[in-house]
């Protein structure tokens, strides 16, 4: 294991030749294909190892995995002080495009391996942990499939209480001493490397200054959307759960069909405008039909085969992880990988054969198509336009699969039903996944951005937190929480270091692409029933697209793909116009006022505790992104 002091000493000799001088293209094209060769070899290997712990959390893969990962660092740390040799002024876009993402500034003492231990703790905390019966400590449920289970379908208050209370006492209370090192750490790598903070450092990515307005604009324009939703969701609750909810408050968030409030979808059941039209879950056709694994990847990949795109490789299935094992720990989340040879893709996930991970396959083989047509690029090439594009091309092939016509023309609904009703159904379906995620996302950067500048003070992250969850997403903690606890983290994203405005962004683009694609395969039907299976002309505009990865920058690829340059909600709003204008008729006929009062919490008296209209009016109008960001 190269020791730091080792590594250092190394770097000084590098840096004596450091004068940023060498303005010969040539001599930068050479340094660049070696890079890239070199590259190409450390990644591989680190990212074999991090596969390996990921699907067998041992300590002795745990460290390998570590070791690999100082192996990146020192390689990184190398380039960066060798591409400070030159000076790009006068190089082609492409060469300095390359420059701009290689190489990472060399920290001194032991900041790399400190940050390796750090996130390897707080994933291996997220990963396996539990939350046990209480009267039996030995029978336990992990997150897949157990807790996501009773989160998914129970209609019990209490238990899911106990659960969702249970999964952040396992986790989140036990990563938060940890996500404070992590915070100090990313913070003196990302101003190593010349940037404010990390959270400076992830919106530079999207490579715009205007980049977090930009978002919270985007809000202001679909936050009426989203309003109406919460209304009506609130009211389906209150019939469930009577008063324990207030029908001119924000939402229990431990009611709300996931672990974390995220996705609304589990909750269309109870919320189903017409229910006696056809039912749009497919389960339980796909469990009449003896659906298997293996046969769901094979449906998507037949989708994405109609379309003209890539096959998967040839030792894909040998080499995935497509359910879980029941030998070992693993990370069940579900992820897409890239091997960095061009050759070596795989899917980890602990799939059920349902319509909600039949749905995610198609995401998860989004990803894998789009690793694929970029991977003729140089290395540090080869990622998404931004990381929103990159989660939107799953999901825009995902919206296709959903739609009836397509759940339809592969045998899983007998007929495609054909009113306004239904379309209020299927439109409120998707509203309760891509309108009630986006406030979600939204405030998990918001908050992570702010902590990571320190507007947000370190013994106040959880208060804040949920100050503005409250405010903004219209959901608080069932029950009072501390400052021992750090609820944000009780998420894969969170506890594993990846940046959750991707999300947001990517539930505006992918609508977007869908737009695009469906123009071009001729398809004229409203946008919420374009089903593009079998277009050629769809799929060879998707390709051009994906074969750029980030050579260029994103309003380039969007421009291609679009004919616009700047991430629009027009096509997000145009999808949901029928279901809104619904919303607002079914609302107003109920006698529920789109918004809530921000100071109610669960255990005071509900549905009677309706606060008054000029109040709740005032909530609706005056909390706005913009003003909640002064914290006092």
């Known amino acids: 294991m190269l020791r730091p002091a080792v590594f250092l ?9 450091q004068d940023g001088t060498n303005n010969n293209l040539d001599d930068a094209r050479r340094f660049l294909d070696d890079y890239n060769t070199r590259a190409q070899v450390v990644w591989n290997t680190y990212v074999k190892a991090s596969w390996n712990y990921d699907t067998n959390l041992t300590d002795h893969n745990e460290q390998l995995l570590a070791e690999k990962s100082l192996a990146l660092t020192v390689f990184e740390a190398e380039a960066y002080v060798n591409k400070t040799k030159f000076n790009t002024t006068g190089f082609p ?36 942990g539990e939350v046990c019966e209480p009267d039996d400590p030995s029978n336990c449920y992990e ?31 036990a990563i938060r001493p940890h996500y404070v090192t992590y915070v100090q750490l990313k913070n003196q790598i990302a101003r190593a490397n010349g940037y404010t903070d990390y959270g400076d450092q992830w919106r530079w990515k999207y490579e715009t200054d205007t980049f977090e307005q930009d978002m919270l604009d985007i809000w202001e324009e679909v936050k009426p959307f989203y309003l109406e939703l919460h209304a009506y969701v609130r009211r389906k609750l209150y019939d469930v759960y009577g008063d324990k909810i207030n029908l001119r408050g924000p939402l229990p968030e431990h009611l709300l069909g996931d672990m974390w409030g995220r996705f609304w979808t589990n909750l269309y059941s109870l919320a189903i405008p017409y229910p006696d039209k056809p039912n749009l879950d497919v389960t339980p056709a796909m469990l009449e039909q003896n659906y298997t ?11 994405f085969g109609s379309l003209g795109l890539l096959p998967l490789p040839s030792h894909f299935f040998e080499l995935s992880m497509l359910e879980r094992p029941k030998d070992r720990p693993v990370a069940c989340h579900a992820t897409a990988w890239d091997f960095y040879d061009g050759q070596d893709f795989r899917i980890r996930m602990c799939t059920k054969v349902d319509m909600t991970d039949l749905l995610t396959i198609h995401h998860e083989m989004g990803h894998t198509q789009y690793q694929r047509q970029y991977a003729h690029l140089p290395l540090v090439l080869r990622d998404g336009a931004n990381d929103a594009f990159h989660e939107a091309v799953g999901e825009v092939l995902a919206l296709s699969a959903a739609t009836p016509q397509h759940l339809h023309a592969i045998g899983l609904m007998d007929t ?14 998707k509203a309760l996944d891509k309108i009630a995620t986006l406030p979600f996302s939204l405030v998990q950067d918001l908050w992570r951005w702010r902590a990571f500048s320190g507007e947000i003070p370190q013994d106040e992250w959880n208060k804040k937190y949920w ?23 009780s998420i894969f994203h969170v506890a594993n270091d990846f940046d959750m405005i991707r999300y947001y962004a990517r539930t505006i683009i992918e609508f977007q692409f869908q737009k695009a694609m469906c123009d071009v395969a001729g398809i004229t039907d409203p946008l919420y029933k374009c089903d593009i299976y079998n277009s050629r002309p769809a ?25 616009q340059r700047k991430m629009l909600a027009g096509s997000w709003k145009v999808y949901f116009q029928p279901l809104y204008e619904w919303l607002q008729e079914k609302n107003r006929e109920n006698g529920d006022e789109p918004g809530w009062d921000v100071t109610w919490r669960p255990g005071v008296s509900s549905a ?13 109008t005056f909390s706005s992104v913009t003003g909640l960001l002064v914290f006092t």
Not at 152 to 168: I, M, P, Q
Not at 293 to 303: A, G, P, Q, T
Not at 419 to 425: K, R, T, V
């Open 539 to 563: 799929g060879a505009k998707l390709a051009d697209m994906l074969r750029l990865g980030r050579s260029s920058p994103w309003p380039d690829a969007m421009e291609m793909m679009t004919g």
């Open 93 to 128: 876009d492409d060469v300095i495009r390359q420059f701009n993402y290689l190489g990472s500034a060399p920290q001194e003492g032991d900041v790399a391996e400190r940050l390796q231990e750090t996130l390897s703790e707080m994933g291996k905390i997220y990963a396996v």
């Open 293 to 303: 694994i293996m046969r769901m990847y094979e449906v998507s990949e037949d989708f």
């Open 467 to 489: 100050e503005m969850k409250a405010e903004i997403v219209g959901v608080v903690p069932p029950v009072e929480r501390g400052e021992d606890q750090l609820d944000i983290t």
């Open 143 to 173: 997150l897949e499939p157990g807790l996501t289970e009773i989160m998914a379908t129970s209609r019990d208050y209490e238990e899911r209480l106990w659960v969702w209370l249970g999964w952040r006492d396992a986790v989140s209370k």
């Open 608 to 620: 009677t505790a309706a606060t008054p209209t000029a109040i709740l009016l005032l909530v609706v």
């Open 9 to 17: 000493t190394f770097l000084a000799v590098l840096s004596c030749a």
């Open 416 to 429: 495609v039903p054909d009113d306004p009703e239904a379309d209020i159904n299927f439109l409120l379906f």
